[in-house]
């Protein structure tokens, strides 16, 4: 069966410091990898999403980028955090749009 | 541009009682809709997927039926229970282009016991 893993679950970070979210799904190949944030009374928002390796598509322009160096790895990154930056974030995974979508158990992450 | 409403925002009925949660979709075009869950401070769960051909798909005590013609789904649930408390989100998928899903703001349900 397949899962998808996030590391780490919670994050408390300062304004101006790195960022890097990892994503990871076991138990598929050539997967469509996704991640969205999910701020404080707010829908969910698609941030990145991901066809194959090297190939990212970006949705919002922000001070996040994402990267897939492997086929099921997938990572979040920013140089520099802003207090907006803070929220849930989520990594998805489907086979095709024909699929159902699966999500990742999260990170809360919260810039100081 | 699609765009995806569910009302009410907040629902609370008693246990044993069957409800319904509605989606609204401003473009019919869609590939097809999911239903998740959310419980708080966790990741979606994926409750049903329902393909733009399909009329309705049932899992347990739940039914999801999906009119693409008046942009409506509805996620039935039978006989609720008190661990059916959570937030329920409905998402559409376009009918081509890329891949991604418009999600709802969602619809928080509690159950009274």
């Known amino acids: 069966s397949q899962t998808i893993h996030q590391w780490p679950a919670t994050l408390v970070q300062p304004v101006g410091s790195p960022l890097s979210l990892e994503c990871t799904v076991e138990?598929?190949?050539?997967?469509?990898l996704y991640w969205y944030r999910q701020a404080a009374g707010r829908g969910l928002q698609l941030l990145f999403y991901?066809?194959?390796?090297?190939?990212i598509s970006s949705e919002v322009p922000q001070n996040l980028s994402a990267s897939r160096p492997q086929d099921r790895q997938f990572i979040l990154s920013s140089k520099k955090l802003l207090l907006s930056d803070s929220g849930f974030y989520l990594c998805?995974?489907?086979?095709?749009?024909?699929?159902?979508?699966?999500f990742g158990p999260g990170t809360r992450l919260t810039v100081t | 541009k699609q765009e995806v409403t569910q009302i009410p925002a907040a629902l609370s009925v008693p246990e044993g009682e069957n409800l319904v949660l509605n989606c609204s979709f401003t473009?019919?075009?869609?590939?097809?809709l999911q239903w998740f869950r959310q419980d708080p401070g966790k990741g979606l769960t994926s409750l049903l997927l329902?393909?733009?051909?399909?009329r309705e798909q049932t899992s347990g005590r739940l039914n999801a039926s999906l009119d693409k013609s008046s942009g409506r789904s509805t996620l039935y649930i039978a006989a609720s229970q008190p661990g059916d408390s959570a937030t329920y989100l409905c998402?559409?998928?376009?009918?081509?282009?890329?891949?991604?899903?418009?999600f709802g703001t969602g619809t928080r349900l509690t159950i009274i016991p």
């Open positions: 998805a995974w489907n086979l095709d749009r024909g699929h159902e979508q699966y």
């Open positions: 138990g598929t190949s050539n997967p469509n």
């Open positions: 991901s066809v194959g390796i090297g190939q």
């Open positions: 473009d019919s075009a869609i590939y097809n």
């Open positions: 329902i393909q733009s051909s399909q």
């Open positions: 998402a559409a998928r376009k009918g081509f282009g890329n891949e991604k899903l418009t």
